[in-house]
């Protein structure tokens, strides 16, 4: 099975930015679809973007399209999410998570999961 570790995390100020890096190991990366989840405190878990197995599949939460990209390096065995003009209601623990399907937007298809990383947002 694969372990996930985030890292990128922080402090930002509205309008900043901030770069998610997740790094993959103990299995083959590019056999799992990844996706960015966030879950704010008394909130439930919901994905930011998506990427498939090769990248040629990318999915986004209507209130980051625009602002946010997701991309993979399978030779790296890293997945990113670039975080552009950033919003306090984009406060929360950011998680990386991994899927055996090829693309999935189901939070449920996801067994693999980081231990979350805190961005935090200040107006």
């Known amino acids: 099975q694969v372990q996930l570790v985030e890292s990128g995390g922080g402090l930002a100020q509205t309008g900043g930015s901030l770069r998610l890096s997740c790094a993959a190991s103990?299995?083959?990366?590019?056999?799992?679809?990844m996706g960015w989840f966030r879950q704010a405190p008394g909130t439930e878990r919901e994905l930011v973007a998506a990427?498939?197995?090769?990248?040629?599949?990318?999915y986004y939460f209507d209130s980051v399209k625009g602002r946010f990209t997701i991309s993979r390096d399978n030779a790296k065995n890293t997945v990113h999410l670039q975080m552009n003009k950033l919003k306090p209601e984009d406060t929360a623990v950011y998680y990386c998570?991994?899927?055996?399907?090829?693309?999935?937007?189901?939070?449920?298809?996801?067994?693999?999961w980081g231990q979350g990383t805190q961005v935090t947002v200040s107006s």
């Open positions: 990427i498939s197995r090769n990248g040629d599949i990318t």
């Open positions: 103990g299995s083959i990366f590019s056999t799992y679809a």
């Open positions: 998570a991994a899927s055996v399907l090829y693309y999935s937007t189901t939070i449920y298809s996801y067994n693999y």
